[in-house]
């Protein structure tokens, strides 16, 4: 026993100097708009790093200095450039260049299913991929978002049979949840603390090791669950507050108030800070995460707000598609028929990441009703031809993500191009707009809140 301890400690010691020494060969599984960002900046610090991606497109573009994640993503593509041109990164679809990797960190999609339920396929492909050829000593970072006790029960378990080693003995693991969105990757990575759990005090100390070398905020070291549990609830209370704001935005076009002065003068009180309401919420983290944070549960405690929050920020779309009939109907249209043109169609301002945006959800409800509906959006190729051939001739301009090119657009040329000046705003990048049949998210009309008084 004490012979196997003491192996155990040499194997932590050597990794130990190699991090500090920066001759950590390091593994990244995944090269998304997590990994990749990830892969880049181990690398620009010195480490040598290979990405496992099962995109050979992807593997082709990156190991040609040509960054696959399209929008506007701050220094991302001239980092890639230099870090391929320097040696210090390449990928591959392969996972047995793993097998002399010192270090693993894993970044594979985690969503949930219809039921929402965790649906893990990527994550035990990479576990099962891995496992035979984890290198003895190897630490095992998760930076995927997963709900509480993954680590326990689906990661460690696949390693361990996969590779026929023992988890603090022959190999470390460690929970550490990223904090980046799209936009904001490198500039995230280096600024936004992050919660460091391992599966052994050995394991953290390792992983804060590792992180010291790319993160300059705090570092907080805990324990697997607990880092689990953290990530989870910090995206579950984003979307809570995002439904309140949702749900007061609601009750102002009920009333005929508008939502964004009763935010304003809201956020005046000391210790509030009411977020913006809108169109939907979209993405790989908050739509998921709430469910993720639930299930770790399982079963053993009442859930009621949680689910609340998600079917009132998932009924924004919805609501974005009644608001149009509505607008439509004052300009004496029915929406059968009606030529409907959606701005936007990722999830967030200029970013290419469509993942769960509520455009889709949007345009979707508006084609059951009956409506023609055309999409533009300049950041997702499939949808970035010139403008004005989508607007020409549209009855409806729906707009749902406040890109930076939008905001630029003059009202009076598109009202030109339309062929019924109806505008529906979901992200308030028009107050107002003179001259069309105006409505938007959180505006209530007071007229008629006194018609239906009378």
């Not at 979901?426 to 008084?453: T, V």
């Amino acid at each position: 026993m004490e012979a196997t301890t003491a192996g155990a400690d040499a194997l932590v010691a050597t990794l130990s100097h190699k991090i500090e020494e920066r001759q950590a060969l390091l593994g990244v599984i995944g090269l998304g708009y997590v990994g990749l960002p990830v892969a880049c900046r181990f690398a620009q610090e010195g480490f040598q790093v290979i990405g496992v991606e099962l995109k050979e497109e992807r593997v082709a573009a990156i190991n040609a200095g040509r960054c696959p994640i399209e929008g506007d993503e701050p220094g991302l593509a001239e980092l890639l450039a230099e870090v391929i041109a320097a040696g210090r990164f390449r990928a591959t679809t392969a996972y047995a260049p793993l097998a002399q990797a010192d270090v693993v960190l894993i970044n594979v999609e985690t969503p949930v299913d219809a039921h929402h339920r965790p649906h893990y396929a990527a994550l035990e492909a990479a576990c099962r991929s891995l496992g035979p050829r984890l290198r003895r000593g190897a630490l095992v970072v998760v930076e995927s978002t997963i709900a509480p006790g993954t680590m326990d029960r689906v990661v460690r378990p696949l390693l361990e049979e996969t590779s026929g080693q023992r988890v603090n003995q022959d190999f470390h693991l460690a929970a550490c949840p990223e904090r980046v969105m799209p936009g904001k990757l490198l500039h995230n990575l280096r600024t936004m603390s992050r919660v460091v759990g391992g599966s052994s005090p050995q394991a953290t100390e390792l992983a804060l090791k590792l992180y010291r070398c790319i993160v300059a905020a705090d570092l907080d070291a805990t324990d697997c669950l607990t880092a689990e549990i953290v990530k989870t609830a910090e995206n579950a209370y984003r979307d809570v507050q995002i439904a309140f704001a949702n749900e007061v935005a609601l009750i102002c076009e009920a009333a005929g108030a508008d939502v964004w002065r009763v935010r304003e003068l809201v956020n005046k009180s000391p210790g509030r800070a009411m977020l913006l309401p809108g169109a939907g919420v979209g993405g790989h983290c908050i739509p998921k995460d709430p469910w993720l944070l639930a299930h770790g549960a399982g079963g053993r405690a009442p859930l009621r707000l949680l689910p609340a929050a998600r079917a009132v920020n998932d009924f924004m779309p919805l609501h974005m598609a009644e608001l149009v009939v509505e607008a439509l109907a004052e300009a004496g249209l029915r929406i059968e028929g009606a030529r409907v043109a959606i701005l936007g169609y990722a999830y967030l301002e200029n970013s290419d990441d469509v993942r769960n945006t509520p455009s889709e959800p949007f345009a979707e409800r508006l084609r059951e009703l009956g409506a023609e509906v055309r999409i533009h959006d300049p950041y997702v190729r499939a949808y970035a031809g010139p403008l004005e051939e989508v607007l020409r001739g549209a009855d409806c301009l729906a707009l749902m993500v406040r890109h930076e090119p939008y905001l630029r657009l003059d009202l009076g040329t598109i009202k030109g191009w339309m062929r019924t000046p109806v505008l529906v705003d979901g992200r308030n990048a028009w107050p107002s707009a003179p001259g069309f049949i105006h409505r938007g998210i959180g505006r209530g009309d007071p007229r008629a809140l006194g018609r239906k008084e009378t």
